[in-house]
């Protein structure tokens, strides 16, 4: 039996399958970025290429929880946690 696409995690994807992925920016996720407009909508196409390319997973790394400072966490807990009050859950598309 094979997985949807929906289905499977992001390791599981195939390079064909890795192409079909969206890539969707949660609201304010570059509030901080500091350029221009242009400078954002070649960084995001830039994320997307690497997506695509399979160099995202090529040069990802395993993220040790312990090692990391409060203010690291603090930085970090709500993407990982996605708001547990409306049972958000992040999904490929």
């Not at 949807?4 to 920016?25: C, G, N, R, S, Y």
Request: aromatic share 8%; glycine share 4%; proline share 4%.
């Amino acid at each position: 039996m094979t997985k949807d696409f929906k289905d499977k995690t992001f390791d599981e994807l195939t390079p064909e399958e890795l192409k079909e992925v969206k890539i969707v920016f949660a609201p304010g996720a570059f509030d901080q970025f500091e350029g221009t407009q242009e400078e954002l909508e070649e960084f995001m196409a830039e994320i997307q290429r690497m997506f695509v390319s399979g160099e995202v997973l090529e040069k990802s790394r395993p993220l040790d929880i312990d090692s990391l400072s409060d203010e690291e966490l603090e930085q970090l807990a709500p993407f990982l946690l996605g708001d547990l009050d409306n049972n958000e859950r992040r999904n490929l598309q």
